[in-house]
């Protein structure tokens, strides 16, 4: 009877645990078998490796043969008295869990030869760790504190862009310093599982061209990584297309690319579309399909970083907002007091005064009542803009990113600002046609509305340049074709004025040959 009772209770005792060590033996990492360890030389042995982002663990047996049956490893610091470090956790396969608060055990009670893990702290942490472990090798056969070496780490929580879970961002990138490199992980949600390619981009501009690019292809289930740089909107690859890039590795699992990937921060013999990571760039985030071996145009637009960021610090980073509505209506409201009904009320008031004679509707001619309309609606929009752009930045001065010559489109601003509300001003308090100093304001008043329509135009240049506004390069060039035509129009229109005006001296002459 008593030979039964035991026998139970061994059988209890070998399958009370086979998914893991408890919790309770957390602090002790004893199991509860009713045997002490082993007092001999451990069989087993902790190894790791460095990869990216996470340090790869494992434990096995020192002569590969040797089999065990459970484990629970936990982390400890090389204080005085060790402390396990709990800020940090295991990521681990299939017949494994995590637990003990940043420590991992086993999930089955099958014989293993070897365990893989891949551990990393949940926090930036500076100095040494080791791993600490206990491994069942039987019931009966336990062996504790089977230790690694130490470790020295030097681990800052990585950034990422945008700043946002998978769960709601299709794609997510992570970037780290380790020394004199930076270590890269993209994240991405593909629409189909195969021959799609997932990029990101070194942009100096925030646009496509002259952008430095590492793509991530999924080519019939091969799946690699490429350097190269857009020549315009198109990727060409580079002639070493893995220059400066090392421990390359990507999966695809359930529609879900990971890839990683080490970038030298300086790149020797570098070609120049390399750029040094010493400097700011926007990162620009893309996908699209591959077609026939060959990356295709992305689908739909790059994410692009809010600024410019520096890959040498580790700080979140959000996607540009496309919804800046604020911002957008600022840009709309000053092209269209400037460039459209500015311009039309100057040209109306410079060249045609003399049409429309004899019509005084309300006791005004007419050019005059075109001329006010229009520059009253001028100064409204103008305010506006103002008031809109002043609540979205919170200064009048802020400073902004970009070539030098874009940083004074706050200052310009301020100037046509104060030229807007100057002019009516001065026709408020204008002396009557008649009066002697007439042409004081007549002058006065031409001089700061040129003014204010010449720094309108390279304030708009300026504003569409910076980086904020993401508008597309070619916005540019729609201010300088606007800039050019109004001049030539301008300049076309005096011809024509002082053409009629000397035709109109000579038709007098004629009718006044002898003139008194």
Request: aromatic share 10%; proline share 6%; hydrophobic share 35%.
């Amino acid at each position: 009877m008593l030979s039964v009772f035991l026998t139970l209770a061994l059988i209890c005792g070998c399958s009370c645990y086979p998914s893991g060590a408890p919790e309770s033996a957390c602090t002790t990492m004893t199991p509860s078998h009713g045997v002490p360890p082993q007092n001999t030389s451990s069989p087993y042995v902790i190894q790791f490796s460095s990869s990216n982002f996470s340090m790869d663990i494992t434990i096995s047996s020192k002569d590969g043969n040797t089999s065990f049956k459970g484990f629970l490893v936990e982390v400890f610091t090389d204080q005085p008295t060790p402390n396990q470090l709990k800020e940090s956790e295991f990521k681990v396969p299939e017949n494994a869990h995590p637990t003990c608060n940043g420590g991992a055990t086993h999930s089955d009670a099958k014989e293993k030869h070897m365990i893989g893990l891949q551990w990393q702290p949940t926090t930036s942490f500076t100095g040494k760790v080791k791993f600490r472990a206990t491994i069942v090798q039987a019931y009966t056969v336990i062996w504790k504190n089977v230790e690694s070496e130490y470790l020295s780490v030097d681990y800052t929580a990585p950034s990422t862009s945008p700043t946002c879970p998978l769960t709601t961002c299709e794609s997510v990138v992570m970037w780290r310093r380790s020394g004199n490199c930076v270590d890269f992980k993209i994240v991405a949600r593909l629409d189909r599982p195969n021959n799609r390619w997932v990029a990101i981009g070194f942009s100096p501009t925030g646009r496509m061209p002259k952008t430095s690019v590492i793509m991530c292809l999924v080519d019939n289930g091969k799946i690699s990584v490429e350097e190269g740089i857009n020549k315009g909107y198109s990727f060409g690859p580079l002639s070493n297309k893995t220059l400066g890039l090392t421990n390359i590795s990507a999966s695809v699992v359930d529609r879900v690319l990971r890839c990683t990937f080490t970038r030298q921060i300086n790149i020797s013999g570098s070609v120049e579309s390399i750029y040094s990571l010493t400097k700011k760039y926007f990162l620009l985030l893309g996908d699209g399909p591959i077609i026939g071996g060959t990356p295709g145009q992305h689908e739909k637009t790059p994410v692009k970083s809010e600024s410019r960021v520096d890959f040498l610090v580790n700080e979140n980073v959000g996607s540009d907002d496309p919804s800046k509505t604020l911002y957008k209506l600022h840009g709309s409201l000053m092209i269209l007091s400037w460039m459209f009904l500015s311009s039309v009320a100057i040209i109306i008031a410079r060249y045609y005064k003399s049409e429309w004679r004899g019509m005084m509707p309300c006791g005004v001619k007419v050019w005059f009542a075109i001329h006010r309309t229009m520059m009253s609606l001028v100064f409204i929009i103008t305010t506006a803009s103002f008031i809109i752009i002043f609540i979205q930045v919170g200064s009048l001065l802020q400073e902004t990113e970009g070539d030098i010559y874009v940083r004074y489109h706050p200052a310009l601003g301020i100037t046509v600002m104060a030229l807007c509300v100057a002019n009516p001003i001065m026709a408020f308090f204008r002396c009557d046609p008649g009066h002697k100093y007439r042409h004081v304001f007549h002058y006065s008043h031409m001089f700061v509305g040129t003014a204010a329509q010449i720094l309108s135009a390279i304030t708009i240049y300026f504003g569409v340049n910076l980086e904020k506004s993401n508008t597309p390069e070619e916005a540019s060039y729609i201010v300088i074709a606007y800039i050019i035509t109004y001049v030539i129009i301008e300049v076309i229109l005096e011809c024509q004025k002082y053409y009629r005006r000397n035709e109109e001296v000579d038709v007098y002459h004629k009718k006044n040959p002898n003139p008194a």
